[in-house]
């Protein structure tokens, strides 16, 4: 399998997930959509995965490349083909399908549980379990069709499924042991974070995120490798 990767910035980037793909013998090709990378051709690949970034959906006078991410997006799912996004990507899937998408009243970072409802994707997984959160948007409504799959205490839509093989998850799964770090270098997250947090916050969640790694670690080596399962079902048989 081929994994076509948008990034939006260099510190979001598919983490922990490429153990999986090393395992599976995928392979991957990332995008740097914010360095002006181009979207190659899209025929030669097997699925989409969209990874988080500091950016806003609807800055799109700011990041007019948004708009082609979009575009992109809208036309690949509504071609059947597998679509996972995450934070970010969850929230253009919604956006480029015609969902809504705005600003939380209060940021949410830090270690949090979410509740799933039973889903391919979720296979193996409990009904409620640990996540890092850290995003101050989040999708308000839905796109027509789509099933929501999981929520938490702050934030209503934690994941979406759209069709067979469009998913979306708002937490985040793919975490390495610098994530942390790297993540609290970006001046957004930087500013989310002590909102929430407080100046010096950064060292308390890198701690959590620590304590509670193998866990966080083992979920997303189950998740994105049921979301294979689930893309390799579209795949044309020979």
Known sequence: MKILVFQHVASEHPG???????????????????????????????????????????????????????????????????????????????QALGGEVGLMATPEVGMSKVEVVPDPIFSAMPELWPCLQWHGAEVKRLPTGAVKLATSSACAIQAQRWGRFAYGLQFHLELTHTTTAEWGRLPEYKAALERVRGPGGLDALASEVDAQFTGLYNAAQTVFGNFLDIAAQALPRA
């Open 16 to 94: 922990n997930f490429r153990d999986v793909m090393k395992a599976r013998g995928c392979t991957m090709q990332a995008v740097e959509l914010d360095e002006g990378e181009a979207i190659p051709p899209l025929d030669g690949f097997d699925a989409l995965l969209v990874m988080g970034g500091p950016m806003d959906v609807w800055e799109t006078d700011k990041f007019p490349w948004l708009r082609d991410e979009m575009a992109v997006i809208k036309a690949w799912v509504e071609a059947g083909r597998p679509y996972l996004g995450m934070c970010l990507g969850h929230q253009l899937l919604a």
